[in-house]
T-cell receptor, first 115, second 115 residues
Framework: EAGVTQFPSHSVIEKGQTVTLRCDPI?????LYWYRRVMGKEIKFLLH????????ESGMPNNRFLAERTGGTYSTLKVQPAELEDSGVYFC?????????????FGPGTRLTVT | AQTVTQSQPEMSVQEAETVTLSCTYD???????LFWYKQPPSRQMILVIR??????QNATENRFSVNFQKAAKSFSLKISDSQLGDAAMYFC????????????FGGGTRLMVKP
């Protein structure tokens, strides 16, 4: 079974440009999460989808970030316009809905570099 | 809000030896989950071990075990008989049953294994 995949693996953009990150969760996983690790600091939660609905977006830093999960399958995270402080690694994770353990399976991350 | 602290940015261990990675956390909750995740270089993060706070018995997974001290809010990871493949970033994480499924991570510990 395929794990969580993320595309691209690495993106280098200039300040002010737009970038869209994609996450494909494990098939059948209704929970989808976005996290990011900025400049070697802690991995921080961004938001949580249950199917196509945003369950919790308390970690989204500002309105330059837009996450979508149309159809409850893959998700995109758009940064527009990108700023230097957005550089970091963006992780996606997915998990089954309603299980007691609810283990989150992580993707390999997208490394975003804003110059 | 909960916080997780990993006080050791880097650790090294000789192959076949034992190493302990530290993690402390701050919470006012009595029920929660704790995790150790491993991220090998250029690979995705995988779950190593989990601990439910209501369980007094320390979790064990083969060569990996934890020392869970609830009163001290400490959750250290012991790796026995270290192998070269154990070299990775290790992240301690906390999950509250009252805050959806979001994980709160520590800053990570880079473990190097010397042959």
């Amino acid at each position: 079974e395929a794990g969580v995949t993320q595309f691209p693996s690495h993106s280098v953009i200039e300040k002010g440009q737009t970038v869209t990150l994609r996450c494909d969760p494990i098939s059948g996983h209704d929970n989808l999460y976005w996290y990011r690790r900025v400049m070697g600091k802690e991995i921080k939660f961004l938001l949580h989808f249950v199917k196509e609905s945003k369950q919790d977006e308390s970690g989204m830093p500002n309105n330059r970030f837009l996450a979508e999960r149309t159809g409850g399958t893959y998700s995109t995270l758009k940064v527009q316009p990108a700023e230097l402080e957005d550089s970091g690694v963006y992780f996606c994770a997915s998990s089954l809905l309603g299980t007691a353990d609810n283990e989150q399976y992580f993707g390999p991350g997208t490394r975003l570099t804003v110059t | 809000a909960q916080t997780v602290t990993q006080s050791q940015p880097e650790m090294s261990v000789q192959e076949a030896e034992t190493v302990t990675l530290s993690c402390t956390y701050d919470t006012s909750e009595s029920d929660y989950y704790l995790f150790w995740y491993k991220q090998p270089p250029s690979r995705q993060m995988i779950l190593v071990i989990r601990q439910e706070a209501y369980k007094q018995q320390n979790a064990t997974e083969n060569r990996f075990s934890v020392n869970f001290q609830k009163a001290a809010k400490s959750f250290s990871l012991k790796i026995s008989d270290s192998q070269l493949g154990d070299a990775a970033m290790y992240f301690c994480a906390y999950r509250s049953p009252n805050a959806g499924n979001m994980l709160t991570f520590g800053g990570g510990t880079r473990l190097m294994v010397k042959p």
